[in-house]
């Protein structure tokens, strides 16, 4: 999951979607640029107690994350002690809202899982290994540990788009597959599934975008 995050941080710095060093994330926060504020666990007292109070105050998601030496490295520079995300959809799982607040009135979106499928809660032991796992990281605990019901939330308003015409929709009609299957088989024949769902829904397509 570490490698995994850094990787994350990595390709938000080449999309152009974060700044880091203390003046640039401050600099996104007072601007309203900043959705999520990333702090090394190293920072000194002064800036966490700093950026804290900042983020609290404008309602901004604050996370103790990694080392000042990681932080930097992960984004291509030297020690950093904060980060800033500048695009809402990177800290979303479907960023429906955000491109929407952006100007975008005609949205396409692609599910990987079934209609209707909703998340499970974390179980009590999962959600207990994470705390231990990550316990110096308490804000990446409760995001992970939360992720089930921020998908579901998120579903719910995409289907509530569809019905009102703003939305349109691709996902699977068929069991889905891991995303580590490997069976060559198994993945043309969901891809051919996709393929062919796409031409067929093509005129409804069409029509939603012409509307």
């Known amino acids: 999951m570490i490698n995994k995050v850094y990787s994350m941080l990595g390709l938000a710095e080449k999309a152009g979607c974060m700044v880091s060093g203390e003046f640039s994330t401050e600099k996104a926060v007072k601007g309203g640029k900043a959705h999520l504020v990333i702090l090394a666990s190293d920072a000194s007292g002064n800036t966490r107690k700093h950026f804290s109070d900042m983020c609290a105050y404008r309602n901004i998601r604050l996370c103790i994350y990694g080392d000042k030496e990681k932080l930097g490295h992960a984004v291509g520079k030297g020690m950093r002690s904060s980060l800033a995300v500048t695009d809402r959809g990177l800290a979303d799982s479907i960023p429906v ?8 009135w005609k949205i ?14 974390t179980s009590h032991a999962v959600a207990e290994l994470y705390r231990r796992a990550y316990r110096k990281y308490p804000e990446l605990v409760r995001v992970t540990v939360r992720r089930n019901y921020e998908y579901n939330r998120q579903i719910r308003q995409v289907e509530q788009l569809v019905r009102e015409g703003k939305l349109f929709v691709f996902c699977p009609r068929i069991p889905t597959v ?6 060559y088989d198994a993945l043309m024949h969901f891809y051919e599934h996709g393929y062919q769902q796409a031409k067929r829904k093509y005129p409804e397509l069409q029509a939603y975008l012409d509307r």
Do not use: F, H, W
């Not at 809202?97 to 100007?103: D, L, N, Q, V």
């Not at 891991?178 to 069976?183: F, G, I, L, T, W």
């Open 178 to 183: 891991s995303r580590v299957e490997k069976d």
């Open 97 to 104: 809202r955000r491109a929407m607040e952006i100007g975008n």
């Open 108 to 121: 396409i979106v692609v599910l990987t899982r079934n209609p209707g499928y909703r998340k499970k809660p």
